[in-house]
């Protein structure tokens, strides 16, 4: 049991000092011995070529790639080739743009990936006594919160028992949408799509994870349910600002409080529901009934977490699974806008299986290759996360190169998905390429990982797929899509996540009748 991991510990101050320093990596060549291969003479990170401090300034700051380190892999990497070291910070990483290498690296990661540290995640957890989540803890304790975690949600089979909640959200997302196009002079264009799917993707994930609904698809939403959106905007923006002020600023500057202020909305808001839904299993024993529901039922029953440990879960958990499935879905509409032909293709595609009118199930995807291949394509295209990192657990050798235990490697997402050696013509959208039967050649399999890899790949990976298919299928059945003005063409920033540079406007135009007809 989870709660078992946890006894014996060490305190969290002497456990955080032992943990492995990112920079001060080793500077000389060394002799070291790997497996059972007789000592060779192997090069270390400070022979990797790579920006120093100041070009990296010049870079980020000068040239304005700080909200563009997308855009920079791809500049570095033909600069540097596919391994290079960064320093930033104090900070030092060795950064991965190829999937060969990428994945030797992943293959090495043993029982206990480590991620980069959330380390004022954790701190306000700390501060406020709260228990950490899936992307806070790390090593044994993360494992066997993990092991709990992907219960009911991982395997295909048990993720499409969330379907028919998915539909019933996706019900109130088509009537959402149809109010915001009635909002605009014509009647038919919809204001900023990405923050439409945002308000389905959190209605959507709240529903499964706090098994209610919130409220934020209705007309008005409710007054407790809009103040929890707006702090995990907030937690996010002064997040940015925390990262990088010195900790004497705390005092002076507001952006620390606002932090703190956010995450403690956050909690609140779903240790009410938390405790809520415990009370209704209560009920329910009492009338000497098995506890009824879906996954929160089945964390707060299982006798082997915590309510602070769930509520610790819920709330990264949450975090981790909105940007997914609305950004995602909002640059798949905004391709298939400019790109007529696939969408008539989706569109007789999903009307045949399921026709105008009749809500798609989650057997019915099985028999839409295409929409699945569009879904793909657009995560090629943009990936959620464009930079993700581990810690080297142990010794790690790639390509000549000895790295120590306590290395931090950045994986280049963005670059690797849009390779031409794997992808031609890597900057089209193009979703024959993932059909089987158009396939010209196959790509490596760790060149387009969105939901990462092992053991620390996403945990609502399923959901996710399971929501956008879902939601798109609908979509298309009900809409024609078009861009509200020809040659808007709109590119990614990288805030933390890769969202739309501006608001992405779309019009929605009811489809009167069958193209085939």
Known sequence: ?????????????????????????????????????????????????????????????????????????????????????????????????????????????????????????????????????????????????RQMLNKRMLRPSEAVLYAPAINEVVSDLIVHLQHEREKSPCGMVVQDVANQLYRFALEGISYILFETRIGCLQKQIPAKTQNFINSIGLMFKNFVFVNVLPKWTRELLPFWNRYLESWDTIFAFGRNLIDKRVEEISAQLEKEEGPKGAYLTYLLSNGKLTIEEVSGSVAELLMAGVDTTSNTLAWTLYHLSKDTAIQDALFLEVVGVVPKGQIPKAEDLTRMPLLKAIIKETLRLYPVVPLNSRVAVEDVVLEGYHFPKGTLFTFCHFILSRDETSFPEPNKF????????????????????????????????????????????????????????????????????????????????DRQADISS
């Open 1 to 145: 049991m989870y709660g078992s991991c946890r006894r014996g510990l060490l305190p969290w101050a002497r456990w955080r000092s032992l943990q492995p320093k990112w920079s001060g990596l080793s500077v000389q060549r060394k002799e070291v011995t790997v497996g059972s291969d007789a000592a060779r003479s192997f090069k270390t990170s400070q022979d990797l070529p790579g920006p120093g401090f100041w070009s990296s300034v010049y870079w980020f700051l000068f040239r304005g790639y700080i909200l563009h380190m997308h855009e920079l892999q791809a500049i570095f990497k033909k600069t540097y080739g596919p391994l290079w070291r960064s320093s930033m910070g104090g900070e030092t990483s060795v950064s991965i743009a190829s999937p060969e290498i990428m994945e030797k690296m992943m293959r090495q990661e043993g029982k206990y990936p480590m991620r980069c540290d959330m380390a004022l995640w954790k701190e306000h957890r700390n501060m406020r006594g709260l228990a950490y989540g899936p992307l806070t803890e790390e090593g044994e304790r993360w494992h066997c919160l």
């Open 430 to 509: 193009v979703p024959q390429r993932w059909l089987r039967k158009e396939r010209a050649s196959s790509h490596h399999p760790f060149s387009s990982i969105p939901f990462g890899y092992g053991v620390r790949g996403c945990v609502g990976h399923r959901i996710a797929e399971l929501e956008m298919h879902l939601a798109l299928a609908r979509i298309i059945q009900k809409y024609e899509v078009r861009p509200s003005r020809q040659g808007d063409d709109v590119k990614p920033l990288a805030r933390i996540v890769l969202v739309p540079e501006r608001p992405i406007n779309l019009q929605f135009l």
